[in-house]
């Protein structure tokens, strides 16, 4: 029997609902429970695929190939909990079913309305495709009395009458913030976010309270009144060092017993948070550090690289240091001499991206790695920008380009209308609609025995998941191999690179498929371990 567990926020975004959702799920499977994640997203965009990175962070994708929320991402990393498709919809997708629901005829006549039409959609997919799991946890997006967020509010509502208040628990994060001027921390917009919350007929079972500092009792109490639940129903959300502590500090603040409680669950058992200690004590206390320069576009928001700055971390426990991070845009490479800014860096990532804004600098960042055997990790675009420098500067390939910036002589990376998925042709063409339309999800690829990364992998065949339009082309293998650049990673039929390397350099790996989706704390990409001890090595030898 499934259990819910709806999150809100209130107050203002950004508390970090999408962690705090992750880490609870974490919480309930260290006590042996088995979770799911959700998280339904208020904007009328189908799916976040065509939203800008500035606009919306990264788009995670699911081995199904779904463009999903990052929140996505954090709930994988802390549950290991593969995500699917439908662990994310958006209001635009919910009223895109409706429509096409009416337009089909399936309403019989009836006026369509947002209750009880739009609504039970809602309901539908949250109730979808979980029977798996002991408890789904089931977060919305956005700040409540967001216009957008009602329908969501009154189905998830309408879900508590239904399934009975004995599995569904409404848990709100909120702000209590310190007023320096008056040295207090405050409780009013807490009451406030919860009237706003009652006014659509939920009372929360549960308040998470995001504070930058403790919350003394009477704070405690004082919400605990006014916004009518019980005093141990109010738990600190402090800000910690590391979000791999937010699982442990949940527990210490009785979380956990909150939840097992509310259900009528086993309260007496303790979770096994084994795991999530080691990897704090990881984290606080490394036996060195590392400079890893990111060299990309969208470098002064970080969220767009969450996955990634997370599985360099990972890389780092794993190899017991702290990995520091230079992000670096990569158009300030385009002036000549530039690169030399790179001479501290123990490593060199260029992550994705999509357009020629900063290309040049990608390339120059390439080369400098290349020439001064600094590790290097191209990842999709990086590993693109890899392949056109080795083209141009080693295979003398001079006019290299990819088709993603227009038409060029020298197409080394191109436009993919047709690839296997499985057994199965998929075709596109360069006038279809942008969205869903990459290569995406999960795809094997076939490693070389002789290679690098087949002894990293330490597997001949491995599943990782794109996001990309182009692809590199296959054509210049042979130019590109005989000028060191080893394909060392194949689609299943060969037609598609999926990993280059040099031989002649201590760690220059280019992969098309984004492996820092698949990174965790607990269970560190190999990749990404094996790109941090190659940091590592280097560090040592300066
Ligand atoms: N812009 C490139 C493509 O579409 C790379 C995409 C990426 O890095 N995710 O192929």
Redesign the pocket.
């Known amino acids: 029997m499934t259990r819910f567990i709806f999150i809100t926020g209130g107050v203002v975004s950004s508390l970090g609902k999408g962690l705090a959702s992750a880490a609870l799920g974490a919480l309930l499977q260290a006590r042996g429970f088995k979770v799911r994640l959700r998280k339904l997203d208020p904007y009328l965009n189908v799916d976040p695929g065509t939203m800008s990175p500035f606009q919306h962070g990264e788009v995670y994708v699911t081995d199904d190939g779904a463009e999903t929320d990052l929140d996505l991402g954090h709930y994988e990393r802390f549950t290991g909990v593969a995500s699917r498709q439908s662990d994310n919809v958006t209001a635009g997708r919910i009223y895109s079913t409706v429509i096409a629901r009416e337009r089909h005829g399936d309403y019989l006549g009836a006026t369509v309305q947002v209750i009880p039409h739009v609504t039970d959609a809602i309901k539908e997919f949250i109730t979808a495709d979980c029977e798996d799991a002991d408890f789904l946890l089931c977060e919305i997006g956005g700040t409540v009395g967001d216009i957008e967020s009602l329908p969501f509010l009154e189905a998830i509502r309408q879900m508590g009458n239904e399934v009975g208040r004995e599995r569904a628990m409404y848990v709100h994060l909120t702000l209590v913030p310190y007023i320096a001027t008056a040295g207090e921390l405050k409780t009013k917009p807490t009451q406030h976010s919860v009237k706003e919350l009652l006014s659509v007929g939920i009372q929360p079972d549960g308040l998470l309270c995001r504070s930058d500092r403790e919350i003394p009792y009477a704070e405690r109490r004082k919400i605990a009144q006014f916004c009518n639940v019980r005093e141990e129903a109010v738990i600190q959300a402090l800000d910690v060092d590391t979000i791999y502590q937010v699982p442990i500090s949940y527990h210490e603040q009785g979380f956990d017993e909150l939840v097992c409680r509310h259900f009528g669950l086993d309260q007496g058992r303790q979770p096994d948070l084994s795991r999530w200690i080691e990897i704090v004590e990881r984290v606080r206390s490394p036996e060195g550090e590392v400079k890893i320069g990111v060299v990309g576009k969208y470098t002064h928001l970080q969220d767009s690289y969450k996955s990634l700055s997370e599985a360099l971390v990972h890389g780092g426990i794993s190899n017991n240091v702290r990995v520091n991070l230079d992000w670096i845009e990569a158009e300030i490479f385009e002036t000549e001499g530039a690169v030399q800014k790179l001479d501290d860096v123990n490593g060199i990532l260029v992550?994705?991206?999509?357009?020629e804004r900063g290309t040049e600098g990608k390339i120059a960042a390439v080369k400098f790695a290349r020439e001064h055997k600094v590790p290097y990790f191209g990842?999709?675009?990086?590993?693109?920008m890899a392949v056109i420098e080795v083209a141009r500067n080693l295979a003398g390939i001079s006019g290299a380009g990819?088709t993603?910036f227009g038409a060029t002589e020298k197409p080394v990376?191109g436009l993919?209308t047709e690839w296997m998925r499985g057994d199965e042709l998929e075709r596109r063409n360069a006038e279809d609609n942008l969205g869903g339309t990459?290569?995406l999800g999960a795809y094997e690829c076939h490693l070389a025995p002789d290679s690098r990364v087949a002894g990293i992998y330490d597997t001949p065949v491995i599943s990782e998941r794109?996001?990309?339009?182009?692809?590199v082309n296959i054509n210049y293998q042979e130019d590109l191999e005989s000028a060191g650049l080893m394909f060392s990673g194949l689609s299943p039929d060969k037609e598609l690179p999926e990993i280059v390397e040099l031989r002649d350099h201590p760690w220059f790996i280019g992969v098309?498929f984004?492996p820092e989706l698949r990174s965790k704390p607990f269970d560190p990409h190999p990749l990404f371990s094996s790109f941090i001890e190659a940091a590592v090595n280097k560090s040592r030898l300066v």
């Open positions: 992550p994705g991206g999509f357009g990842i999709c675009f990086g590993m693109q990819s993603e990376v993919l990459m290569r794109h996001r990309h339009r182009y692809e098309q984004h």
